[in-house]
Each structure stands twice: as structure tokens, then as C-alpha cells.
């Protein structure tokens, strides 16, 4: 099915370390979330961006919708091992009614 | 706590067999969404319903079907199973649109 382009696909980091993955489409979006999944659960959304060029912010987490509408940035800042987990972008169009994924950062952090 | 209620959360069946899963949307939600994840894959999208409508459909197979009824609780059935249906099948509900979605927790499902 159509998905989205994420990366990295996977991250193996240190405790305390910033952390920053992506996501880019040759589509426009009206819509970037972001969601994060933890083992056997399901995704929980982190962070909506509806306008291009929005920058928000939940706690350590910073979100980025691009200019050009086809791509979005994740950053997490001082990580910590509760941050483990599957990240997922997601994008939204005024032109379908269902959300395309993206293909998931999984992210490891280390003590 | 999303909202989103999905039973049963595990279920073990054998191929050729048929089951049903379901879901209860948030309070309010009149889109239900029902995704796929397979082992260490991504959520591929199967369908959507709006307010007891099929509003868009993804990459369903035919031995696949679902339903939005009246009170907005949705079932997604599975036929005649095979082993690679086994996944880990999730709800998700929203206002409708584009509106941001929350999902459920999932429906493991074991094909043996």
C-alpha cells in the first residue's frame, strides 16, 4: 500500500542524546502526526501539525510541518529509555479521508 | 486511554476459519478506520466507514469485509484465514476527515 518515506528506520542511541527523524512524500499534505507505539500496543498520536510551517512542542518532543507540505520532522530531545518505542508519521489529505503511514523510526535507547 | 475499545485483544484460530473483530469508537467519532500491522511492519490501511457509510477503502483483500452500524460500533470480518493474516489488527476512530485519529489497542490475531 502507499506509504510514506521515514527515516531512519532505526535508531540505537544513548540516554540523555537528541534524537531527529523525518519524513517526506512526493505529496502534498494538509495534516502531519506524528504517533509513537510501544511493543504490542496500540500507536499514540504525540503531536498534530495542521499548517505548513507549524512548529510545536510536547514536552521533549518537537514537531515540524514543512514548507513545501511534503514533509515533516520529529525531534526528541534529551532521550530517555521510556522513549523506546516505534515512531510513526502519518499524513493527512483534504483530497482522501484516510491518514497514509509512515513506514516507522524504531528507536533503542541505551542506559 | 484512547477511547477506542477493540475485542478481543488476543484470538487464535485455524486457516480456513472466519472471525470477527470489533470496535467502539470514541464517544462522538463518526469515522472508524481499520488498519493492519504485520510483524515489524508498518500500519497498512484497510478501510474506513463514516457514520455507518464505506467512506474509503485500502488494501483489503476480498475474503476481508466490514460494517459501521447505527451506533457507530464497527466489526471487521476475516475469511477463510491464512497464516499471513496473522497480524496484529487495529481500530481507530475520529470526528471524520482528515481530523486526527486515535486508535484502539489492537486485535492480535494468531492464524495456526
Known amino acids: 500500500g502507499q506509504q510514506l518515506n521515514q527515516s531512519p528506520q532505526s535508531m540505537f542511541i544513548q540516554e540523555g542524546e537528541d534524537v531527529s527523524m523525518n519524513c517526506t512524500s512526493s505529496?502534498?499534505?494538509?495534516?502531519w502526526l506524528w504517533y509513537k507505539q510501544d511493543p504490542g500496543e496500540g500507536p499514540v498520536l504525540l503531536i498534530a501539525?495542521?499548517?505548513?510551517?507549524e512548529l510545536t512542542s510536547n514536552g521533549r518532543l518537537t514537531a515540524q510541518f514543512g514548507i513545501t507540505r511534503k514533509d515533516s520532522f520529529l525531534n526528541i530531545s534529551a532521550s530517555i529509555p521510556s522513549d523506546v518505542g516505534i515512531y510513526f508519521c502519518?499524513?493527512?489529505?483534504?483530497?482522501?479521508?484516510?491518514?497514509?503511514f509512515g513506514t516507522g523510526t524504531r528507536l533503542q535507547v541505551f542506559p | 486511554d484512547s477511547g477506542v475499545t477493540q475485542t478481543p485483544k488476543h484470538l487464535i484460530t485455524a486457516t480456513g476459519q472466519r472471525v470477527t473483530l470489533r470496535c467502539s469508537p470514541r464517544?462522538?467519532?463518526?469515522?472508524v478506520y481499520w488498519y493492519q500491522q504485520s510483524l515489524d511492519q508498518g500500519l497498512q490501511f484497510l478501510i474506513q466507514?463514516?457514520?455507518?457509510?464505506?467512506?474509503a477503502k485500502g488494501n483489503i483483500l476480498e475474503r476481508f469485509s466490514a460494517q459501521q452500524f447505527p451506533d457507530l460500533h464497527s466489526e471487521l470480518n476475516l475469511s477463510s484465514l491464512e497464516l499471513g493474516d496473522s497480524a496484529l489488527y487495529f481500530c481507530?476512530?475520529?470526528?471524520?476527515?482528515?481530523?486526527?485519529?486515535?486508535f484502539g489497542e489492537g486485535s492480535w490475531l494468531t492464524v495456526v
Open positions: 481507530a476512530s475520529s470526528k471524520g476527515g482528515e481530523d486526527t485519529i486515535y
Open positions: 505529496s502534498i499534505f494538509n495534516t
Open positions: 501539525l495542521y499548517k505548513a510551517g
Open positions: 502519518a499524513g493527512g489529505s483534504y483530497n482522501t479521508d484516510k491518514l497514509i
Open positions: 464517544s462522538g467519532d463518526l469515522s
Open positions: 466507514y463514516y457514520n455507518g457509510e464505506e467512506r
